[in-house]
């Protein structure tokens, strides 16, 4: 993509405005750093343009107060660009013991699968961030099958973002825009823990 022109034109009848608003289903995966923080940076770019920003976190606990939360619930309550709705969905990373069954953490996640089609149905943002959202499908908690046919079938133009590790092929094939993020090396490789301002 030369200067950001595309390579080819389809023959789809669209006109060139037509075919550059599509709404974009778009999938940040891969075991590399930074999958949320690109779906973040997303998201400030779409609230500048004034659209409604919807956040559905699906792993990361309720109690941790990371950064991009903190920036975009100020940011959304501003009034310069547009509202900001943050969803937790999860309970803890996958890794670490918490209280409930593996049951109680699908019932959480097939709860914030249900509110998200509601969302969708309702045009309620016109972007969205499901952050982890991989792993509820990897565990099979969610019906791969009904997540990849309400996304491709949304109506308007809400554009959404999907991020974690170990995207299904099927959710891959049906995104407009697929990255996977690579990993070169991790200050973990070496024994040293996540720490503020990089990891939250």
């Known amino acids: 993509m030369p200067q950001g022109k595309p390579e080819s034109v389809p023959d789809d009848g669209l ?10 289903l778009i999938v940040h995966t891969g075991p590399g750093k930074g999958k949320s923080t690109a779906a973040f ?14 956040v559905f976190q699906f792993v990361k606990s309720a109690k941790w107060r990371i950064g991009e939360e903190r920036a ?13 709705a943050w969803h937790k969905m999860g309970e803890g ?13 699908a019932a959480d996640a ?9 969302d969708l149905a309702a045009e309620a943002y ?7 959202f991989t792993y509820p499908l990897k565990w099979g908690w969610l019906d791969l099958d009904d997540v ?25 094939e049906a995104a407009d825009l697929v990255t996977e993020m690579g990993k070169v090396r991790h200050p973990m490789d070496a024994g040293q823990k996540g720490q503020r301002g990089i990891e939250w």
């Open 72 to 84: 975009l619930r100020v940011l959304g309550a501003s009034g310069e660009g547009g509202p900001v």
């Open 110 to 118: 097939r709860e914030g699968w249900a509110q998200i089609k509601r």
């Open 126 to 132: 016109r972007f969205y961030v499901l952050d982890e």
């Open 15 to 24: 006109t060139t405005r037509q075919r550059r608003n599509r709404p974009l």
């Open 148 to 172: 990849v046919e309400t996304l491709t079938a949304r109506p308007g133009t809400q554009h959404v973002v999907v991020t974690g590790r170990d995207a299904p092929a099927r959710l891959v």
């Open 41 to 54: 940076g997303m998201a400030l770019r779409a609230w500048n343009q004034g659209w409604p920003v919807g």
């Open 93 to 105: 990373w996958s890794w670490i013991q918490r209280p409930g069954t593996e049951e109680d953490h």
